[in-house]
């Protein structure tokens, strides 16, 4: 097989990865995706086939407008990437404690290949385990004898394999792949090519090579054999795949995925209700009873018709009957897409067995996802001081969220608050989806007085 064969777990989420990929950009990547996420109806198919033909009523660029008409009428909201900031902001406020031996110590303020510190590492762990369910790291070791952790996307993570290492069930192949700017003779140049970065075991050695398409070895060694300073080659890979339930290189569900699809649903289901308000708005003029050569020119609704004693004219009006329908339908799938956002939120007021209990049952909460991104920077760190000789027991990275009820209730108000901006709420719905997904416990009135940036009430006062 080609050294840029997949993982079969690969091949069954990578769709997922792009759709999160476009729910997280800017509001056109859905409509530049065209038929992917908005296919045509069967009337614009038809209308595409007709035109192709000699007589045709419409010509081929008039009948493709059907088309990019009813997509510019659809509506795709930026639910998840508002979502995403939101819980973000909750955990910039969290504290990661950080012990490191001497020779790891620059870790804490410069953990990564461009230079930022643990923190942001942690942070950006984070934002991958939300959106993709994964984010794969390597430790390395630059030229002057300094540790720092390489980054790569969940998409870049393209093979794996794990197998029995000495007795334990251990990583033995990495495949990742990377772009490499191709020497175009042009200093303006941005054309690239795809190699791949193969960590594997080699005699019971950790090996790094890095290939092109066609397998050509470009470089590659024992890690450890070229690394500055007192280091010693590596039995094993230096790599972590962090995970939303674990960190074993198998792929794990995507928290805000549930959100994106009732996003993607809206949008389609917005394209008939804007349209069928369209036609509704513009009904079509007929006239009949003319003579074959007579014309009719309509100005506008101030002007007079005049038609000949056996003319008649009228409006075919477009009555909406489905529009309530339509209307209704995306009404379900914000009240989805909240619901889905709401479990990702964490309670964060229980303590001990309780939240333990809760934690097992439902991994993928914003509390689960910041232990384990912990956990994965943790264990690259001490893959780390292994490598380099220092002490393994003097890692310690860690993080015990602390969310209060308050600042859990606000966030899950903002995103309620941006997700209305694609259209009316109730309230109510709004509050039961919360509290369902005990997000809060607080009262309707309580919850007003909250989004109304006041001091929250208790129920005595609130009678």
Known sequence: MPVSSTHPQYDQIAGDWQRMDDALAKGSAVKDAGTKYLPKTSGMREAEVAAAGQEAMLTPAQARQLYEAYKDRAVYPLWVKDGLRTMMGLLSRQELEIQLPPRLQALENNATSDGFSTKQLWLRVCVALLSKGRAPMAADIDEDGNPYVAEYSAESGINWMVANNRGRSDLTLAVFREKRKVDAGDEFSHATEDVYRVFSLMDGQAVVRVLKEDGEEIDGDFIGNESPGNTKPLTFLPVVFAGTTDNNPDIDEIPLLSMAQAALKYYQVSADYYTSMHYTSHPQPVVTGLP???????????????????????????????????????????????????????????????????????????????????????????????????????????????????ELDSAMLQIVSNMRLAGEVPRQVVYEAMRKAQVTELTDDQLDALNEGGDLIDDEDAE
């Open 292 to 406: 074959d050569d007579a014309e009719l020119r309509v100005t506008g609704p101030m002007a007079a018709w005049m038609l000949p004693s056996d003319g008649d004219a009228k409006y075919l009006e477009f009555t909406g009957a489905g529009i309530e329908a339509n209307r209704q339908a995306m009404t379900d799938q914000r009240d989805a897409a909240m619901e889905a956002g709401a479990k990702v939120m964490d309670v964060g007021a229980e303590s001990g067995e309780a939240r333990k209990t809760r934690q097992d049952d439902q991994h993928m909460t914003l509390y689960g996802v910041a232990k384990q991104a912990a956990a994965a920077i943790n264990q690259l760190y001490r893959y780390l001081a292994e490598w380099m000789g220092a002490d393994v027991e003097g890692v310690n990275v860690e993080v015990e969220p602390k969310f209060s009820r308050q």
